[in-house]
């Protein structure tokens, strides 16, 4: 698939995602943080258990490729495993998922909106290149084992 993304094509994502206060202390969005950067380690490595320790058992992943394609809902934990299992057993080079940029949208003590940038990067052909750029929206929910993204949509700017 071909796909080229006009300029703010994810716009009426974001824009989906009402904004709020930020009502939470710089430890808990360190905790927030640390929480997407365990996701973007588990899905790099193959971390099946890592990966099922950052999401709700309800969790709910859509991809979608600049407004062309969509993937998705995948619903529930299982289901987002099977998928990552399923797409990483394809793999024949490293990826590595860059997360930039994150800004909390809202949040409070039970919940947090979160949005990040996508840089994904590949060692196919013996260098690292850009495989595709884009956003996540991530809403997590506090449980008692901490933060855990109950809802996340990918917008990539090109298919990969």
């Known amino acids: 698939m071909t796909t080229t993304a006009a300029f703010g094509w994810g716009s009426s994502h974001l824009d989906a995602t009402t904004a709020g206060e930020v009502d939470l202390g710089p430890a ?9 950067a ?3 380690f588990a899905l790099d ?21 600049a407004d062309e394609a969509e993937q998705g809902p995948f619903v529930g934990r299982s289901a987002i495993l099977d998928l990552v299992r399923d ?5 024949t080079e490293q990826r590595r998922h860059h997360l930039a940029n994150i800004v909390f949208h809202r949040a409070d003590a039970d919940t947090a909106v979160v949005w990040a940038y996508l840089t994904l ?6 260098s690292a290149t ?8 991530f809403t997590l929910r506090h449980t008692e084992r901490g933060w855990r993204i109950a809802q996340l949509l990918v917008g990539m700017d090109n298919a990969v």
């Not at 490595?45 to 490729?65: F, K, P, R």
């Not at 990067?121 to 013996?126: E, R």
Request: zero cysteines; hydrophobic letters at 40%.
């Open 45 to 65: 490595h193959g971390d099946l258990a890592g990966l099922e320790s950052v999401l709700t058992e309800d969790a709910v992943w859509t991809v979608t490729i």
């Open 38 to 40: 365990r996701y973007a």
């Open 121 to 126: 990067t590949s060692n196919a052909g013996g």
């Open 87 to 91: 797409a990483t057993k394809a793999q």
């Open 130 to 137: 850009v495989i595709t750029t884009g956003f996540y929206t």
């Open 28 to 36: 808990e969005r360190l905790d927030v943080q640390q929480t997407l």
